[in-house]
């Protein structure tokens, strides 16, 4: 293998997360996260004849290697996963026994350098999940404020010298220079951190600011937070809500989402209830997953992943209360 030719993909969590997802042999399963279907082949693996694996992904690449499954019990659909609900419908899959949500960017996109996602390579900015639409990360960069970039690489790079940062870009936007190529938006931020600041030495001082801008381009917190809430829903009682997570604010919203379905009474302050009229759990959490040291020595890319477990009880849905 050259030296410059990508790693090999290794699933992250694979045995951890169909071990717990996985509770019926014959039940319907979705993986909405396909990417290159290592989660997918072990889910199939586990099924019965009358199993089912509905997978999903945003990104035209996924949907060329779904291609490769010739397996009937098998369906993929070329969306994003925030449309979970309509593309179950649309299948007659109204329950289904078990959801995994494998979060962020793939090894895959990341590698290749064409896809933008990396400050290691030089290459067009674009940083889509999903390439057939949408704006790239260099036109949003060439159109962005000032206050806009610094919220972005603060809220989702949790960057302190998100300011610094957002005040580089403009500048170099507004002296012809646009960030346009991965290269370009690593040298402005490198240029704007002073080394002795930089808390880790041994990361990228652009890494964070790539993470922002990825996030925001892909939406991909808006995206989580409509997929949950539909999974609740979907999920047959005793059906369990698996997430693979790599960074804190993904995993952040997705224990605050199953704490709150967990301990519903938790959210109505002090409004005088009747016991019949309090609200019943509608998920429970099951376990918290971290991959153990072998996993990280054969991937570093999984040492940052937490995989959390709910399984949704037989309450029902009840609906919002009036204001």
């Known amino acids: 293998m050259p030296a410059n030719a990508p790693a090999a993909h290794l699933t992250v969590l694979a045995a951890p997360a169909t071990d717990y997802l996985v509770t019926d042999p014959d039940g319907v399963y979705v993986d909405a996260t396909f990417g290159r279907g290592g989660h ?6 586990r099924l019965s004849r009358q199993g089912r694996l509905i997978a999903l992904d945003r990104d035209p690449q996924a949907a060329a290697a779904a291609a ?52 290691r390579v030089d290459a067009p900015l674009d940083m889509r999940m ?16 000032f206050q806009e ?9 949790e960057e302190r010298f998100a300011a610094p940062i957002a005040k580089a870009i403009v500048a170099r936007r507004e002296a012809g220079r646009p960030v346009a190529t991965t290269a370009d938006l690593a040298e402005v931020v490198a240029g704007a951190i002073a080394v002795r600041s930089r808390r880790d030495a041994a990361q990228h001082p652009a890494t964070r600011t790539f993470q922002a801008v990825r996030i925001h ?24 809500l698996v997430v693979i997570s790599f960074h804190s604010l993904e995993d952040r919203l997705v224990k605050r989402f199953i704490e709150a379905h967990a301990r519903p009474e938790q959210g109505l302050g002090r409004l005088p209830l009747r016991a019949s009229e309090m609200p019943q759990p509608t998920l429970r959490g099951v376990a918290r997953v971290k991959p153990d040291a072998a996993e990280v020595a054969a991937n570093p890319r999984a040492r940052s992943a937490v995989m959390r477990v709910a399984e949704r009880t037989d309450a029902p849905l009840r609906p919002a209360r009036a204001p």
């Open 130 to 145: 999903d390439t057939s639409g949408g704006v790239t990360a260099a036109e949003w960069l060439a159109s962005a404020t």
């Open 217 to 240: 381009v892909n939406q991909e917190l808006e995206e989580l937070a409509l997929v949950l809430e539909q999974a609740v829903s979907l999920l047959a009682p005793s059906g369990r």
């Open 40 to 45: 997918s082949r072990r889910i199939l693996d």
């Open 68 to 119: 490769a499954v010739a397996d009937s019990r098998f369906h993929f659909v070329h969306t994003r996963f925030s449309r979970l609900s309509a593309t179950l419908m649309a299948l007659g899959a109204t329950r289904v026994q078990g959801l995994l949500l494998d979060l962020g960017v793939s090894s895959p996109q990341i590698d290749e350098a064409a896809r933008g996602f990396s400050w």
């Open 149 to 157: 970039l610094t919220r972005v690489i603060r809220e989702y790079g």
